[in-house]
């Protein structure tokens, strides 16, 4: 019941289900759809709608082509997207994308409650203890890296989060597997774990620490029966290989492609103190406290499996962390940031804690043993309400800045929404921009007014290729900036105005420019190749004698097709080189007039080719290799495992009940 009420009251507090809202804008209602704005929230509700538009196209989204010159799924997967998409059906449609992945959002925030409720049940806590580690993962909002409010709400990292919530049910499941070797529990850890990987491939770490620490967990308690050891190894090994074949898309593509994966680390843990700092401004340093009771004193506690998993977990996977932390220059650590890893560290301490106050409830408490059960729930009831009377904003606050400043102490702080004057001028410059600017052409949309990357929301309102000063995540070094630019330095231009220059538009096929900051609006209004549109908050200007993103030996194309993974062009050249404006990654394929040709990575990461003299019929294609038929059929295997997993011990479970029937006839 309680945690039942506290995730209604999170879900009213925090507007899941408001769908829209209404501004005025140059004397008229403008109205909005309501959801997340701050962060990485409109690359993510971005994605989901571009996967919708490539489903509903016909085409299953591998390239995402709207995004600076594009990129590979596999290098930012789309686990998440595919939750979105997924709601979005069930509410047949009912409720806009964008909408429904702030509901995502609250899901998955709200979703470690009911991974605690199973723990708790599974190893015979009362649901007291979910209550607390639920009020602890709502009351506690921790840093941008931590995995709670803060960064799943506030930044929106919601991949790493998303996806180290379901390490928490793989262990779970896993943990409850190995002991039982139920079918239903194996189906559980390896959908749990294969989201996991596909959502963000850091989890396999995480999967390591899970499977290391439920099978040590487990061989602590079965004693020195050989035969167990081996039952469990080879149920950890089974699920293993079938979480590997489902996942063969995306661990294939990775190891194939990941030395084209170029990755800039923005944190790190300087030493192992600031390690432990950041673990207490996770957890705060009680549950911190509470945890590490739970974590020894479990060890003399039987009958409670789960948490001894967990509490193994939770110490091998804080040394990992360390480890890798100081292994900064580690070629397979690379593209690792060990404070990604904080989120599951931090989920199974909170339960651990709320273990931990539990046992010392109850020794507090031993002296009245006919109460001490009514007690304790009472104490944990009272510390609950506590920790969100302390814990929680109040409400009609201001948002705070999520860059800039340290993050806020209270947690469900209001964050910055789409309901928004901005917002509403936003996308009239988007729609205007893509009716002027000529087609073929892309668009290049300049500085942020509503929190941080609303350019990213840009690919919700067109089709376009878009261009940004500040674009979040890239994986390639090639691309072409201003002066200034540094791939090293991180994915903005410092100087966003010298994107203007006409070098840049034509180097990136730029057919108009949206532009919020004053500098880059001072610089484009005495710029002769820039024609005003319109003036607002965000100024649209339509570049003269633009440049398509094909070009067949520097004129411009006619292009009939283009999605995500599909480029059509026609013209007419005196031969050369067609260059294109999009990045180069092995899949793509080229035909010219009908018959293959080659295709070259220029020095700025795009495409060149060559073609003839006269007619020129290009098509572009993101292709199926034979490598990628393979993983696909791997994972079919894999599904397919599955079910023989299944329908194997429903054989077995039937067989026993047709041989323990004989065996009463036999006894009449």
């Given at each position: 019941m309680l945690i039942c009420v506290l995730a209604l009251w999170v879900t009213f507090r925090l507007d899941l289900f408001r769908v829209s809202g209404v501004v005025q804008l140059g004397g008229a209602e403008f109205r909005l759809r309501d959801t997340l704005a701050?962060?990485?929230?409109?690359?993510?509700?971005?994605?989901?709608?571009?996967?919708?538009?490539?489903?509903?196209?016909?085409?299953?989204?591998?390239?995402?082509?709207?995004?600076?010159?594009?990129?590979?799924?596999?290098?930012?997967?789309?686990?998440?997207?595919w939750l979105d998409v997924g709601l979005w059906m069930l509410l047949l449609g009912t409720v806009p994308m964008i909408v429904v992945h702030k509901i995502v959002v609250g899901i998955i925030f709200l979703l470690p409650g009911l991974a605690f409720a199973l723990m708790a049940r599974r190893d015979g806590w009362p649901l007291s203890v979910a209550g607390v580690g639920l009020a602890a993962q709502v009351a506690i909002a921790g840093g941008w890296w931590h995995g709670g409010y803060t960064e799943l709400v506030q930044w929106g990292l919601v991949t790493n989060v998303a996806a180290n919530v379901a390490l928490?049910?793989?262990?779970?499941?896993?943990?409850?597997?190995?002991?039982?070797?139920?079918?239903?529990?194996?189906?559980?850890?390896?959908?749990?774990?294969?989201?996991?990987?596909?959502?963000?491939?850091?989890?396999?770490?995480?999967?390591?620490?899970?499977?290391?620490?439920?099978?040590?967990?487990?061989l602590s308690q079965s004693g020195r029966d050989p035969r167990d050891a081996r039952r469990?190894?080879?149920?950890?090994?089974?699920?293993?290989?079938?979480?590997?074949?489902?996942?063969?898309?995306?661990?294939?593509?990775?190891?194939?492609?990941?030395?084209?994966?170029?990755?800039?680390?923005?944190?790190?843990?300087?030493?192992?103190?600031?390690?432990?700092?950041?673990?207490?401004?996770?957890?705060?340093?009680?549950?911190?406290?509470?945890?590490?009771?739970?974590?020894?004193?479990?060890?003399?506690?039987?009958?409670?499996?789960?948490?001894?998993?967990?509490?193994?977990?939770?110490?091998l996977y804080a040394t990992v962390t360390l480890l890798i932390s100081e292994s900064v220059e580690s070629a397979?650590?690379?593209?690792?940031?060990?404070?990604?890893?904080?989120?599951?560290?931090?989920?199974?301490?909170?339960?651990?804690?709320?273990?931990?106050?539990?046992?010392?409830?109850?020794?507090?408490?031993?002296?009245?043993?006919?109460?001490?059960?009514?007690?304790?729930?009472?104490?944990?009831?009272?510390?609950?309400?506590?920790?969100?009377?302390?814990?929680?904003?109040?409400?009609?606050?201001?948002?705070?800045?999520?860059?800039?400043?340290?993050?806020?102490?209270?947690?469900?702080?209001?964050?910055?929404?789409?309901?928004?004057?901005?917002?509403?001028d936003f996308r009239r410059a988007i729609d205007g921009a893509d009716v002027v600017a000529a087609p073929g052409t892309a668009l290049l949309v300049l500085g942020s007014a509503l929190s941080w990357h609303q350019q990213l929301w840009a690919p919700v309102w067109t089709e376009r290729p878009v261009f940004y000063n500040d674009w979040l995540w890239y994986w390639q070094s090639r691309h072409r900036g201003p002066p200034g630019y540094q791939f090293e330095a991180g994915h903005s231009y410092p100087v966003p105005e010298l994107a203007l220059e006409r070098d840049f538009l034509r180097q990136h096929g730029i057919g108009a420019v949206a532009i919020t900051d004053?500098?880059?609006?001072?610089?484009?209004?005495?710029?002769?190749?820039?024609?005003?549109?319109?003036?607002?908050?965000?100024d649209l200007y339509l570049v003269r004698q633009p440049t398509s993103v094909i070009t067949f030996a520097g004129a411009?194309?006619?292009?009939?097709?283009?999605?995500?993974?599909?480029?059509?062009?026609?013209?007419?050249?005196?031969?050369?080189?067609?260059?294109?404006?999009?990045?180069?990654?092995?899949?793509?394929?080229?035909?010219?007039?009908?018959?293959?040709?080659?295709?070259?990575?220029?020095?700025?990461?795009?495409?060149?080719?060559?073609?003839?003299?006269?007619?020129?019929?290009?098509?572009?294609?993101?292709?199926?290799?034979?490598?990628d038929w393979l993983a696909r059929g791997l994972a079919l295997v894999g599904v397919v495992g599955v079910a023989f997993l299944v329908r194997g011990q429903r054989l077995g479970a039937e067989t026993a009940e047709r041989e323990e029937s004989r065996g009463d006839h036999a006894g009449d």
């Open positions: 701050s962060v990485d929230h409109p690359f993510h509700a971005a994605r989901a709608n571009t996967l919708l538009r490539s489903l509903a196209d016909g085409d299953l989204l591998r390239w995402v082509g709207d995004h600076q010159g594009g990129y590979p799924v596999e290098f930012y997967p789309l686990g998440v997207a928490l049910f793989a262990l779970l499941w896993l943990t409850s597997y190995l002991e039982r070797g139920r079918a239903i529990d194996a189906v559980g850890v390896i959908v749990a774990a294969s989201f996991a990987i596909m959502t963000n491939p850091r989890s396999l770490v995480g999967l390591g620490v899970i499977g290391g620490g439920v099978w040590l967990a487990r469990s190894l080879l149920r950890l090994g089974t699920v293993g290989a079938l979480v590997s074949l489902i996942a063969a898309p995306e661990l294939m593509a990775l190891v194939r492609f990941s030395h084209l994966y170029q990755f800039v680390r923005y944190e790190r843990y300087a030493d192992a103190g600031d390690y432990l700092r950041n673990v207490a401004q996770a957890v705060s340093w009680p549950a911190l406290t509470l945890a590490l009771v739970a974590v020894v004193a479990i060890w003399w506690l039987p009958g409670r499996p789960l948490t001894r998993a967990a509490a193994l977990c939770l110490v397979v650590l690379s593209q690792l940031e060990a404070t990604r890893l904080m989120p599951f560290q931090r989920l199974v301490t909170l339960y651990l804690g709320a273990v931990g106050l539990h046992l010392v409830l109850g020794w507090l408490f031993r002296i009245s043993r006919r109460w001490q059960t009514i007690l304790v729930d009472v104490a944990s009831l009272v510390a609950t309400v506590g920790l969100l009377a302390i814990n929680v904003a109040p409400v009609n606050q201001p948002p705070p800045e999520p860059v800039g400043a340290p993050p806020p102490k209270e947690s469900l702080f209001a964050v910055a929404n789409t309901v928004s004057v901005s917002q509403a004053e500098a880059s609006k001072r610089r484009a209004k005495a710029l002769p190749h820039l024609s005003q549109v319109r003036t607002g908050v965000f411009n194309t006619d292009i009939s097709l283009a999605d995500q993974q599909h480029l059509i062009a026609m013209g007419r050249g005196r031969g050369g080189t067609a260059e294109i404006r999009r990045n180069w990654y092995p899949r793509w394929r080229a035909a010219v007039n009908g018959q293959p040709v080659p295709i070259s990575r220029t020095s700025a990461g795009y495409m060149s080719l060559p073609i003839p003299a006269g007619d020129v019929s290009l098509e572009l294609t993101y292709a199926k290799d034979s490598f």
